[in-house]
């Protein structure tokens, strides 16, 4: 199927900003991933560096800068839009950058040309909280329509336009025929505009240094096992935990961490750095210390007890003695400069089972094996973790080697069946994005005693997910004639709509009238046969509590 | 003022002239109906008496069968209702045989725009400005985000890529009162003299608007043809086709979409939209501010679309206005 406008259809590249927008156009409406690929390889190819690189980053998310945030975006709206129209725009686009393009009065009068893009992200580079309310209208004022939504999408980071970091690598993989894990692994080497990865991939220079640096490697991750049965003589089970997964790289006299999404999170959890001394790099899901997951010697806490600890940018000293940090390791790719990626799983496993001890026990353990004789004996294991904070179970191909990315048949996640209750929706508010204008995030409630009796719902969550699309526009239009009040952006409807709710686990909470906080909440059925008082009371959901 | 405008009563399900007991646009069956075009959300069967203009009745006809008590009434001619109101007819420029219906009672003049808008179209004439007291205004891109595009523009979008892609065809979801013959006339302006194929649902309304003296060009039904027949053509079909299997008969269709909701970028993600044509029978915002402005009534009431944008302008302009909830008109049904 042809997509949209072939890049080369345009005129002759000039490496401007308009050019950059055509593409995110015409990648906002192709469907077909090949054409996406397509569409971005064929960029790479044709624009001159540092501009395609400054691109590159900006559609796998690279870019960041500190000054430009939607806030600043708002406040140049506000002396240009009046705020209630504004406000009423924004809300039904469900997109700043966009309404803001959208809105952006024409300038009179002459204009300076439009940017490049590397002059706009040196631009946007240099504007710091004070200047950028002249700056940044400046810069819009030498856009069109296209230009300005493209700006300000690589200008605030989140482009949402369908295209993944793993996609934008692989175009460039396929831009320029290298192989798209070789350009994983140099990826993490380097920074924007990735000057040295094009001279490696269009020039044929020597790649990347990756030796010596502190270098996040991907993460092999895992598919639900859904219905497969597998084996337990191929396959190793280990409980799934609940905290985040990390790498832990010491290279060089330097250790640093990195979430799962290869983040830089080194300064949150300061005490995990001196612990480990040797060259490494480690697999494991970071926890907090507490008595629930594996037990009370050792164990960990909840993962609402790590959430106080994630996200800050500085930790005090209460919080490292409150909440000490570990990490409960379960690979290793590297160790003293040997790479065991290309090893099995059960020689890695050896091989961080001999390692693990020349670590200090305060920070690290060794996630243990689930030993079962059949999958049967491993299902009737799973089935009676009492141990409310464990998800579930982990299997492992036994002789899988270390693969970035989501290889079907090597790892499987075999989530526990979650949680069940029926709730009532009473209010809505429109999604973002793909679903913007829909009513699509819902806050409900359950009944605070018998609702026959005069009980009122207390709200106990917000999900906005776990529907189809013909779902959602039912819900939609189910919210729109049921309307019973504004409040800004929100609608509260009529209490008619039951919602049968799946979650993890549900906390305590102070934050929530209700009490109590659900963990990963969603839509699992949306019950239109129920009626609203037949829907769960608060006590239900109290029972479940796990702490 | 003797009557102080009670005579003119918004429900939810319409607008009620009291003194003559007439309904405007009323979305249930009436005894009297006065109706401002053929589209489902302002006509529908099963009225005992249905004024409109020649046109409109008989796109209803077509539609929704109704021929029963049938009342035309020229643009510019005024009827008298009984209790003492006139209606006058005044194009409004949306679709063949559209009309702001202007209602004179005791002295008070109310006009009532149905839908509108204010850009050229070869296929109905234009929209006149008229003096009122009070304006019922629609307001479906009442948001300043709305700014329909020159037609052109939007029209060379799709020629463009016929040239740039002359193995496949251009696959046009437009409704079809209205909007599908309007984009075959702006491509027949635009030079595009090919034959336009029709999904068979756009057949008889095309035709309607040929007896009425629109000049739509060679049309053929994709029923009559094959696939490579069509190559290189633009294909015309109701927006609800664009997905159906329907489509897999067409050779490597684009996939575009004529509507104001195309603006934004979600909206036609949202439709799989490969081509979003900005492409609208209705109003922008800068067309609705415009015309409030131009007939400057004494009151505007605001229905139809997104009422609270177009009453917030007109507070911050000294206007004075309200909206209205008319059921059925929420819905987004461009």
């Known amino acids: 199927m042809p997509g949209p406008l072939r890049l080369s259809d345009a005129k002759k590249k000039t490496n401007r900003v308009e050019e950059f927008a055509a593409l995110i156009d015409a990648l906002v409406y192709t469907r077909s991933r090949n054409e996406k690929l397509r569409l971005i390889a064929e960029f790479l190819r044709t624009v001159a560096d540092p501009d395609r690189g400054w691109a590159l980053a900006a559609l796998t998310d690279g870019l960041d800068f500190p000054a430009v945030k939607s806030s600043a975006i708002r406040n140049a709206m506000k002396e240009r839009v009046d705020p209630v129209l504004w406000a009423l725009s924004r809300d039904f686009v469900g997109d700043t950058a966009e309404t803001a393009s959208l809105l952006w009065p024409e300038p009179i009068g002459d204009v300076e040309t439009p940017p490049g893009v590397a002059e706009a992200v040196d631009l946007l580079g240099t504007m710091t909280r004070s200047s950028v309310a002249t700056e940044l209208p400046r810069l819009l004022d030498r856009l069109d329509s296209s230009g300005r939504y493209a700006l300000l999408k690589l200008a605030t980071g989140a482009m949402r336009i369908g295209i993944s970091a793993r996609l934008g690598k692989t175009a460039f993989a396929q831009a320029f025929d290298v192989s798209v894990d070789d350009v994983e692994e140099y990826w993490h080497a380097l920074a924007p505009p990735y000057s040295e990865l094009f001279a490696w991939a269009a020039d044929g220079a020597e790649p990347p240094d990756t030796e010596n640096v502190p270098l996040f490697r991907p993460f092999m991750l895992a598919h639900p096992l859904e219905e497969a049965v597998v084996s337990m003589e191929d396959y190793a089970a280990e409980w799934k935990w609940d905290g985040i997964r990390v790498q832990l790289v010491h290279v060089a006299g330097e250790t640093r961490l990195y979430s799962r999404s290869g983040d830089d999170i080194s300064a949150t959890f300061p005490e995990l750095l001196d612990a480990l001394q040797i060259p490494a790099v480690l697999d494991g899901e970071l926890l907090v210390r507490g008595n629930v997951q594996g037990g009370e010697a050792g164990g960990a806490a909840s993962f609402n007890a790590l959430q106080q600890r994630l996200g800050r940018k500085t930790v005090s000293k209460k919080m490292l003695a409150e909440a000490p940090a570990f990490v409960r390791l379960y690979d290793s790719l590297l160790i003293e400069g040997q790479d065991l990626r290309e090893l099995g799983w059960q020689e890695r496993r050896a091989r961080l089972e001999q390692f693990v001890p020349r670590l200090p026990e305060s920070h690290f353990d060794i996630s243990q094996i689930v030993h079962a004789e059949s999958f049967e004996e491993l299902a009737e294991i799973r089935e009676s973790a009492r141990d409310d904070a464990i998800e579930g179970l982990m299997l492992k191909r036994r002789d899988a080697p270390y693969i970035a990315g989501r290889k079907t048949g090597l790892w499987y996640k075999w989530k526990r069946d979650p949680l069940l209750v029926d709730c009532v929706m009473m209010y809505a508010q429109r999604g973002s994005g793909k679903r913007s204008s829909f009513y699509s995030d819902y806050t409900f409630g359950c009944w605070d005693g018998d609702p026959d009796a005069g009980a009122d719902l207390l709200p106990v969550g917000k999900a906005y997910s776990g529907f189809t699309d013909a779902e959602l526009k039912k819900l939609d239009r189910f919210v729109r004639q049921n309307t019973l009040n504004r409040f800004g952006p929100v609608r509260e409807v009529e209490r008619a709509m039951v919602l049968e709710v799946a979650f993890d686990s549900v906390h305590q909470s102070k934050r929530h009238k209700s009490g109590l906080a659900m963990r990963f909440p969603r839509i699992h059925r949306i019950r239109w046969d129920k009626p609203a008082h037949e829907a769960d009371r608060i006590e239900t959901l109290r029972n479940l509590i796990s702490n | ?334």
């Open chain 2, 1 to 334: 003022m003797a009557a102080d405008f009670s005579w003119i009563q918004p429900h939810p399900h319409g607008i009620y002239v009291a003194p003559a007991d007439c309904w405007i646009d009323p979305s249930r069956a009436v005894d009297n109906a006065l109706v401002t075009h053929g589209h489902a959300d302002h006509a529908r069967g099963g009225h005992g008496k249905t004024v409109a203009t020649p046109e409109t009745l008989a796109i209803m006809k077509l539609r929704y069968a109704t021929a029963d008590g049938a009342t035309p009434v020229a643009y510019g001619e005024t009827l008298s209702l009984k209790g003492g109101v006139d209606a006058t007819y005044i194009p409004a420029g949306h679709v063949l045989g559209s009309a702001q219906i202007l209602l004179e009672h005791a002295g008070e003049r109310v006009i009532v725009t149905g839908d509108y808008k204010r850009r050229p179209d070869p296929t109905c004439p234009p929209f006149e400005v008229t003096p009122c007291d009070i304006l019922i205004t629609e307001a479906t891109f009442g948001l300043p985000v709305f700014s329909h595009p020159p037609i052109r523009q939007e029209i060379a979008k799709i020629t463009d890529r016929l040239a740039a892609y002359p193995d496949a065809c251009v696959l046009v979801g437009a409704y079809a009162l209205g909007k599908a013959q309007r984009v075959i006339a702006e491509l027949r302006a635009a030079g595009h003299h090919d034959p336009i194929y029709l999904h068979g649902a756009m057949e008889k309304m095309c035709r309607l608007y040929e007896e009425h003296g629109v000049d739509l060009g060679e049309l053929r039904l994709v029923a009559d043809h094959d696939k490579d027949a069509m190559r290189g053509s633009v294909v015309v079909c109701p927006p609800s086709a664009l997905n159906d299997r329907w489509s897999r008969r067409l050779p490597d269709p684009i996939t575009a979409m004529a509507s104001g909701w195309m603006r934004v970028r979600q909206r036609a993600r949202q439709r799989n939209v490969e081509l979003p044509l900005i492409i609208s029978d209705h109003a922008d915002w800068d067309e609705l501010t415009q015309t409030i402005r131009e007939v400057d009534p004494s009151e505007s009431w605001i229905t139809h679309g997104r009422e609270e944008a177009l009453l917030r302008w007109c507070q911050l302009n000294q206007r004075r206005a309200r909206a209205l909830a008319l059921v059925g008109r929420e819905e987004e049904d461009e």
